[in-house]
């Protein structure tokens, strides 16, 4: 697995790339075109070296935001519906991508189907996104529309382990569509966290916060953005100790801007063109504990 490159193949402009200006923020609370969807109709690997086809493998219509890989299998959420796929588009806000829907393993090595199993989405109102995350043989689901809509599968053939839904914390700023992480045994979409492995609420609330971008995290640490400044921009939240840290000066960007392994947590510059009070417009990182 570590000699290969996986990647998909979508529609030519169907990635996003105009952002000036608020309607291009794409957070959107219902269906529409601030929340389509990219999605790929096949998907490959390639010899990292030399850049050589190992495997391909076409699809159904791919929900990009949910391309995952974990415990030697790389996993998806696909949809069958014949008007998405006789429509061939790249990005797509209709109602239908969210029925007749499958979770697919693949062996990574070889492109092989280890299984698909059908699973039910929350169609209506249309989700505004889909997230799929892998962790200690299980798979997290985390589909939002009105609520979150938190489902764990198990790794190894599908079958669904426990479910849970919970209400936004806020409808801006990406409130209403985080990221899920995983710290430890714990399943954590703002504002809730569950026990990964039986569902039980772990957290009703997290660290109150304001700003914009998805939380991320390293080691016992999470990392978010906040409002807060004359105390710091970036917040660290150790999930064990409770305690808080904030890093005054600059922030993140306004997304997925924070990258953390390994111990560390990374900030690009990517606050320029950003009206927020930050007077460092600079490239950090720091050490999580």
């Given at each position: ?111 092989d189907v280890l299984w698909r199993q059908p699973v039910t989405l929350p169609a209506s109102p249309a989700p505004v996104v889909a997230f799929l995350l ?156």
């Amino acid at each position: 697995m570590e000699d290969q490159l996986i990647g998909s193949r979508v529609a030519p402009g169907s990635s996003y790339s105009a952002f000036s200006g608020p309607d291009k923020w794409y957070d959107e609370t219902s269906g529409g075109f601030g929340t389509s969807q990219v999605v790929s109709r096949s998907i490959f690997a390639v010899a990292r070296d030399d850049a050589r086809r190992r495997w391909s493998r076409d699809a159904g219509a791919i929900v990009n935001s949910t391309i995952t890989i974990g415990g030697g299998r790389l996993y998806y959420i696909e949809s069958r519906s014949s008007s998405v796929l006789n429509a061939g588009a790249g990005r797509t806000g209709s109602s239908d991508l969210w029925r007749n829907n499958f979770l697919v393993a693949l062996d990574v090595e070889s492109g092989d189907v280890l299984w698909r199993q059908p699973v039910t989405l929350p169609a209506s109102p249309a989700p505004v996104v889909a997230f799929l995350l892998y962790s200690e043989e299980r798979l997290i689901t985390s589909v939002v529309n009105s609520r979150y809509y938190v489902t764990c599968y198990s790794a190894v053939n599908g079958a669904r382990q426990w479910e849970r839904d919970h209400s936004w914390n806020r409808n801006h700023h990406g409130g209403h569509m985080y990221h899920p992480l995983v710290v430890g045994d714990k399943v954590i979409v703002e504002p809730r966290g569950y026990d990964l492995f039986s569902g039980a609420t772990a957290f009703n609330s997290l660290p109150s916060r304001g700003g914009c971008s998805t939380m991320s995290a390293a080691g016992r640490t999470v990392i978010y953005v906040d409002w807060d400044y004359d105390n710091g921009s970036f917040g660290f939240w150790n999930v064990e100790s409770g305690a808080r840290v904030q890093k005054a000066g600059s922030r993140g960007s306004c997304w997925l801007g924070l990258i953390s392994g390994g111990g560390m947590v990374f900030s690009p510059t990517a606050s320029s063109g950003c009206v927020c009070r930050y007077p460092l417009q600079t490239s950090i990182g720091y050490s999580s504990w």
